[in-house]
């Protein structure tokens, strides 16, 4: 148990629906991070915030948007939803942006499309 | 854009034999990370390497990096069926994570 949580463990949702991932990090780490894991595209950076301040943006899609709030918990919104987006959603995080900052996995949340 | 690249993509192991599955990235990093996923699971960070030259061992696994060859290796002695799992390098890039294709592992009898 990494200390990360996320929730749901499972999403089914319908083309064209919205919703939001929960993220609660390790306590005491600052940094969340969000990647996604599909077939196709494997294991992929999403974007990091850090102490709620978004830090770095990988390769998210402009349907898709995240925060981080003042307890330092982040949530992740889906919007639009098409089959495509079907994936593992991981949340990681870290203590902060220093070297050596090894990030924990939550156990993530399966995402299925129909 | 950072590329890593590992291989083998999947590697069947007789147990009780060794095995190297290799990670190669593309840009100057001396921050590599190995981790494990089981089927369905998340990742389970296995070794953090931060320097060049930097050598970590636990149990049956140990992995090394070379960062002037951009280059990380796990070695596996005496495969065991435990082992078996896919396992990812990643490469730091101003803190967030590029990861490889992933190595699947299979230890056969």
């Known amino acids: 148990d990494s200390g990360v949580t996320q929730t749901p463990k499972h999403l089914i949702t319908a083309t064209g629906q919205r919703v939001t991932l929960r993220c609660s990090p390790r306590?005491?780490?600052?940094?969340v991070y969000w990647y996604q894991q599909s077939l196709d595209q494997g294991l992929q950076f999403l974007i990091q915030?850090?102490?709620?301040?978004?830090?770095a943006k990988g390769n998210i899609l402009e349907r898709f948007s995240a925060q981080q709030f003042p307890d330092l918990h982040s949530e992740l919104n889906l919007s639009s939803l098409e089959l495509g987006d079907s994936a593992l959603y991981f949340c990681?995080?870290?203590?902060?942006?220093?070297?050596?900052?090894?990030?924990?996995f939550g156990p993530g949340t399966r995402l299925t499309v129909l | 854009e950072l590329k890593v690249e590992q291989n083998p993509l999947f590697l069947s192991m007789q147990e009780g034999k060794n095995y190297t599955i290799y990670c190669n990235y593309s840009?100057?990093?001396?921050?590599l990370y190995w981790y494990r996923q089981d089927p369905g699971k998340s990742l389970e960070s296995l070794f953090v390497?931060?320097?060049?030259?930097a050598v970590k061992q636990e149990g049956r696994l140990m992995a090394s990096l070379d960062t002037k060859a951009r280059l990380s290796t796990l070695h596996i002695t005496a495969a065991v069926h435990d082992l078996s799992a896919t396992y990812f390098c990643?490469?730091?890039?101003?803190?967030?994570?590029?990861f490889g294709t992933g190595t699947r592992l299979q230890v056969t009898l």
């Open positions: 990681a995080s870290s203590v902060g942006l220093v070297s050596n900052n090894e990030q924990f």
């Open positions: 306590s005491g780490d600052l940094s």
């Open positions: 915030y850090y102490n709620g301040e978004e830090r």
């Open positions: 840009t100057t990093s001396d921050r």
């Open positions: 390497l931060l320097s060049n030259g």
């Open positions: 990643a490469v730091d890039d101003a803190s967030k994570l590029t």
